[in-house]
């Protein structure tokens, strides 16, 4: 049992990882930090997949942090 959710933890992790690098910066490179991040200034909405992006990211995490704290609760009360 400890296993297997140790396994779909560790799928977990990299898809979380992969979305996090498909997600653009917020500053975008270097003309964000030559220009002093306009993008701010303006109030311009995010486009694209960026905001579908961020919700599985929030989604990922919260999902992985539940399933890290079963893992622990089955290690702590299967041995």
Request: charged share 10%; hydrophobic share 60%; aromatic share 6%.
């Amino acid at each position: 049992m400890i296993f297997a959710t140790e396994i779909v933890l560790v799928i977990l992790c990299a898809v979380l990882i992969l979305v996090i690098l498909l997600q653009s910066g917020r500053s975008a490179g270097l003309s964000g930090v030559i220009a002093g991040g306009s993008n701010q200034v303006t109030n311009r909405r995010a486009k694209g997949l960026d905001p579908f992006l961020g919700k599985v990211t929030v989604v990922l995490a919260i999902l992985l942090f539940l399933l890290t704290l079963t893992i622990a609760f089955l290690f702590h009360h299967l041995q």
